[in-house]
């Protein structure tokens, strides 16, 4: 049975990442958002609260959580800005934990102490520009050398990308066996022939740093190699699988903070003579609100206690991806329409969540493709091609 008590350590990691939040990043998320600053400064206090790898184990630098009190951590995060949310999930769910859980011991001691401090930042290479839902088709080849292999190809939409010093990156090693030829590099960046471009313009997450990767004939050694040759695709998804969940959790955190905006905002403002959350109309979205969070926090909460019991989990995270994520657009929708006119602006953060949510239904998979995970695991049959 699922336990929604928190221990006293689950309290108190919980109480501190929301002072931290409300103390270090709140302030500073509007103007990151406008200058488009990925804010290096918060990163390195994110590394130094141990929130870049909090379920990494204390071994390798980690600080060895459970998934549910890493929930607690990254919906407080999401709260405050989806933008450094993005750098938590990236870093811990989708390079960390897949080190821990496919690396040598030496990839493990090389990598994992300075990730989990901040010392170095790295990136997930799985999306190309012709290869999106459909990751197994990427065309990113890697060729066997000497002691080594040698990569060249693209990469499309990199969180991080400019910034990391390790890349993640899915190549093909054999084009004939498809998926099965798959295999992960950890890649250092300042690899010759490996370059990275800025993307301008996103609707929103623009605090995050988004980028396109080169790899001209990168050589790496064999110990770059991340499990096996032909194993790329279990790193992929398995990363996703932690991914997705630090994606859900940081949505209650939208859906949470739009609650607590509208009623905050609908208390002050007054209409026809009295406070707006005196109409009935009002309380009924802010309702609606609070039913999607508290909704989506359990649904997190039930994919992080399967995890947490070593339970398989994919498809439970599929639906707590699919349903916080859609719930995070509702909600801040709704908290615009609570805000009238102050809603369209950035005097209060409601926009930017409605723009900061709207990614979460594409990245990591988008909601037809959770939805197709879902209706698979429900039938038996793949609808995915
Ligand atoms: C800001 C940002 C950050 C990102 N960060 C990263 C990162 O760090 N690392 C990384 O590897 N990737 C990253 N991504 C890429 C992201 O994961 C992809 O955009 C996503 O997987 C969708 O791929 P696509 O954009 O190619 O869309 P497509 O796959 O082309 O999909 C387009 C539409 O077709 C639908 N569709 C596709 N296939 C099917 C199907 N079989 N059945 C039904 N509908 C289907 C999709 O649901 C979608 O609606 C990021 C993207 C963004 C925007």
Known sequence: MIDFELTDEQRLIHETARDFTDREIVPVARD???????????????????????????????????????????????RGDSSARTVVSVQTSLVCSSIQRWGTEDQKHAWLPRLCSGEVLGCFGLTEPDTGSDAANLRTRAEKTGDGWRISGQKQWISMGNYAKVALIFAQTDPEKKHRGLAAFLVPTESEGFSSSSIHGKLGLRASDTAELQLDGVEVADDALLGDVGDGFKVAMSALDSGRYSVAAGCVGICQGCVDASVAYSKERKQFGRPIASFQLVQEMIADMTVDTEAARVLVWRAGWLKDSGRPSTTETSVAKLFATEAAVRNANLAIQVHGGSGYVDDYPVERYMRDARVTTLYEGTSQIQKLIIGRAMTGVNAMV
Do not use: Q
Request: proline residues 2%; hydrophobic residues 30%.
């Open 32 to 78: 990151n958002d406008r200058n488009e600053r990925f804010d290096t400064d918060l990163v390195k206090k994110l590394g130094d609260m141990g929130y870049l790898g909090p379920i990494v184990s204390e071994e390798y630098g980690g600080r060895g959580l459970d998934y549910r009190t890493y929930a607690l951590i990254v919906e407080e995060i999401g």
